[in-house]
């Protein structure tokens, strides 16, 4: 086992906070000392189908704790899902179905072992504790925490004061959240910054419960492809970890160049030195190396081979990708509804719009007009980086 100040120095790489590192020093003395591990949990809410790479920051740092031999716990919140985490919004959550939960649940197991190791990875869900509350119980839970301190979040107070409503049961996340440390014995809980005063709470509902307040470390939240907002899928900025090999590797070449070195810091494992030599390169080739990491980490070393030749086939030698999804269509319409109809563009309105820029390519020719008509059978159709290859009556 590495000293403590070694561990120290390998687990605050890629935080954002930690609180307190002084707390975590003398846990893992204490560890050491009585031949036990740190049980290092993080919550994660199945309110999605799919994990992407702004889960994954979180994931890799549990991973750091597995590499120096700790208890990591992957929960899986069935039940603060049917909540809804209020962290970072403005409006209430809508409800998720006990479907939605199990089904994204399965997925998350599925996902999470492309990172975490398996042998060392305890799975929970958090309605094995809180589905057996009872009225009583939530009562006795809500009682060792103030209305007061709770509106202190940010979200909630921002909310109050601009008469959002707030919904008693979302008060209830957060002790929910706290009791899941309670329930597991947590000498550690990790999430984004965004989470930060629910983990706090959770220090203060052991301490009620008679155990050692948890340390709290925080990662960074993930910008997205935009490099402005947080990585989501709703928000259409994402890169999902089961996406196809060379998507992943068109999504990463996407991302601008300062944006580049954040990703190479929060999902590789380079150094800060290794990170700050990078900077020195050309662009294009560190953002090269940086997509065929991810796409080895996720895929194969070989699929990144071949994410990046095809890259270099279609988008830098401008040829067309050797995999084009083929649509049979059993009528012929005008060129706004087609593109809509073979999926090139969301809305009419947006198939217009692209064809005034100058951006739909059909059979190699650029097309703008709305009245185009083809006697042809077969229609290879590009829109930005999107193909199509239609099939006419």
Wanted: contains cysteine; hydrophobic residues 40%.
């Amino acid at each position: 086992m590495p000293t403590v100040d070694d561990q120290l120095i390998y687990l605050k790489k890629g935080l954002a906070e930690l609180i307190r590192e002084d707390d975590l020093r003398a846990r893992l003395m204490q560890a050491g000392k009585e031949g036990r591990v740190l049980r290092v949990k993080a919550g994660f809410d199945p309110t999605a189908p799919d994990l992407h790479l702004g889960h994954t920051v979180l994931l890799r740092k549990m991973k750091h704790f597995q590499d120096l031999g700790h208890q990591v716990i992957f929960l899986i919140g069935d039940t603060t899902a049917m909540i809804g985490d209020p962290s970072g919004r403005n409006t209430a959550r809508p409800p998720m179905t006990q479907e939605q939960i199990v089904v994204n649940s399965e997925t998350y197991k599925r996902q999470v072992f492309r990172i975490l190791d398996p042998e060392k990875t305890e799975i929970r869900f958090n309605s094995e504790w809180l589905e057996k509350f009872s009225f009583q119980d939530v009562i006795r839970l809500c009682s060792k925490y103030t209305v007061a301190r709770i509106l202190e979040r940010d979200d909630f107070s921002k909310r109050y004061s601009d008469k959002v409503p707030i919904s008693v049961h979302e008060l209830l996340y957060p002790l929910a959240q706290a009791y899941d440390s309670v329930a597991l014995k947590c000498d550690v809980e990790m999430g984004g910054t965004d989470q930060k005063f629910n983990l706090l709470v959770g220090r203060e509902i052991q301490k009620d419960f008679g155990q050692a307040p948890q340390i709290v470390a925080t990662v960074p939240i993930l910008e997205g492809l935009d490099g402005e907002k947080k990585m989501s899928k709703s928000l259409g900025n994402y890169i999902g970890i089961t996406e196809p090999a060379e998507v992943m590797f068109r999504k990463v070449m996407q991302i601008g160049d300062e944006l580049m070195f954040r990703y190479y810091e929060l999902l590789t494992d380079k150094s800060l030195t290794d990170i700050a030599q990078l900077r020195q390169r050309h662009p294009m080739d560190a953002k090269l190396d940086l997509a065929r990491l991810i796409v080895t980490d996720f895929h194969s070393s070989d699929d990144a081979v071949r994410a990046a030749e095809e890259f270099t086939r279609v988008v830098r030698q401008k040829e067309v990708p050797s995999e084009i999804p083929v649509v049979q269509l059993d009528e012929r319409l005008r060129i706004d509804k087609l593109l809509v109809k073979v999926g090139l563009a969301p809305s009419v309105s947006e198939a217009v719009r692209r064809l005034k820029a100058n951006a739909v390519e059909i059979n190699g020719s650029r097309v703008s007009d709305l009245s185009f008509n083809s006697a042809e059978r077969e229609l290879l159709i590009q829109v930005g980086k999107n193909w199509r290859r239609v099939l006419l009556p």
